[in-house]
């Protein structure tokens, strides 16, 4: 079975990774756990914090992959343990977010059983490129170039 794609006019071209992005966060999974809060701290930076109790720093780990976010928490179960009751599980986790171009991951801290990572969009730096021109030279330009070229050996 095909898919219909949005983004199949022949106008738009070059849209394909963003409709791979879009593939990625339709099939994001839905489970709630663990949940997190996003907040704007600046102008130009944003925080996660996810809710992370019984995880320490040695079961998470923050990585960015392309241009997604993925936060991914195992614990290990303790053998020694003898529960009565068992209502905190031992749960591993996946959690990812699709950062938009320029965004970049500033730090990540655990605080209080809550994973804060800071993210920022540093000012763009403007680019000027010029194109070269190709096309077929003239006879009255080979010979000038061959003048100034001379012209700046001398």
């Not at 780990?61 to 241009?67: G, I, P, S």
């Not at 059983?113 to 070269?132: F, K, M, Q």
Request: aromatic share 6%; hydrophobic share 40%.
């Amino acid at each position: 079975m095909s898919r219909v794609s949005l983004l199949n006019n022949p106008l738009l071209l070059g849209f394909e990774p963003f409709e791979r992005a879009l593939d990625r966060v339709a099939k994001a999974s839905s489970d709630g756990y663990p949940p997190y809060n996003i907040e704007q701290v600046g102008e130009k930076a944003l925080r996660i914090t996810l809710a992370v109790a019984g995880f320490g720093p040695d079961d998470l780990a923050v990585q960015v992959e392309d241009n997604q976010l993925v936060i991914r928490g195992r614990q290990a179960d303790d053998k020694d343990r003898a529960y009565l009751h068992r209502g905190i599980a031992a749960r591993q986790f996946q959690r990812s977010f699709l950062l938009a171009d320029g965004l970049e991951v500033d730090g990540a801290a655990l605080d209080n059983g809550l994973l804060n990572i800071d993210l920022v969009r540093p000012e763009p730096t403007s680019r000027v490129r010029t194109i070269d021109i190709k096309g077929k030279r003239t006879k009255a330009a080979d010979k000038k170039l061959a003048v100034d070229t001379q012209a700046g050996d001398r």
